[in-house]
């Protein structure tokens, strides 16, 4: 995390909402990958179950990127042009990163 917290401009209820159901879930999800290694499980089902995480990771990530062009890019907009470069410059890194 930055040295320096930051707080999104606005977060939509239901999408948070949506996204700590879906982490609460993954967490589940990981525990249960992690008695599948402990267990000697076949490792085809393992990976079934770490594409289903990795499904919901992606899942959550899509809401976060929708709630930040929404919220935290509009508001850098209105504030100029300044300001909106450097949040269009932080939203293509952000592409960039979770492409890989």
Do not use: T, W
């Amino acid at each position: 995390m930055a040295s320096k917290e930051r707080k999104a401009i606005a977060v939509e209820p239901g999408a948070k909402a949506r996204n700590q159901k879906r982490l609460r879930r993954v967490e589940g999800q990981v525990r249960g990958i992690q008695k599948m290694v402990e267990d000697d499980r076949y490792c085809a089902d393992i990976l079934v179950q770490i594409s289903a995480v990795q499904a919901a990771l992606q899942s959550v990530s899509r809401e976060l990127v929708r709630n930040h062009l929404r919220h935290c890019a509009a508001h850098a907009v209105q504030k100029g042009p300044q300001e909106a470069n450097h949040v269009f410059d932080e939203v293509v890194d952000l592409i960039y990163k979770h492409q890989r």
